[in-house]
């Protein structure tokens, strides 16, 4: 089994600051990219951030100089530092891993059960 668990949402007021976390935990081996992503009500799920196991990082262009991922790839966890939030950042926020459990060559895909993010103006 693999366990991953986000926290760190809540409600907030435009222009504060909120920071995510996912831990995971269980039967791992290895693990890629890790990612955050959000669905909005009535919108389709996007890609909020990514970094790699070495490091490298992608972001939404609606969060480039706001918001900051990072991981610690010894701990198995990942952080989301969002500043100057916005009321369009209001969503469910989830954790993707891309990883191998022990004993195997393959990678799957592991999500969390998500944390709401709501920015009032």
């Known amino acids: 089994q693999v366990q991953v668990v986000e926290s760190g949402g809540g409600l907030v007021q435009a222009g504060g600051s909120l920071r995510l976390s996912c831990a995971c935990s269980?039967?791992?081996?290895?693990?890629?990219?890790m990612g955050w992503y959000r669905r909005a009500p009535g919108k389709q799920r996007e890609l909020v951030a990514s970094?790699?196991?070495?490091?490298?990082?992608n972001y939404a262009d609606s969060v480039k100089g706001r918001f900051t991922i990072s991981r610690d790839n010894a701990k198995n966890t990942m952080w989301l530092q969002m500043n100057n939030l916005k009321p369009e950042d209001t969503a469910a926020y989830y954790c993707?891993?891309?990883?191998?459990?022990?004993?195997?060559?393959?990678?799957?895909?592991?999500w969390g059960q998500g944390t709401q993010v709501t920015v009032s103006s």
């Open positions: 269980g039967n791992i081996s290895r693990i890629s990219t």
């Open positions: 993707n891993l891309r990883a191998a459990r022990r004993g195997s060559v393959y990678y799957s895909d592991y």
């Open positions: 970094v790699t196991s070495g490091g490298s990082t």
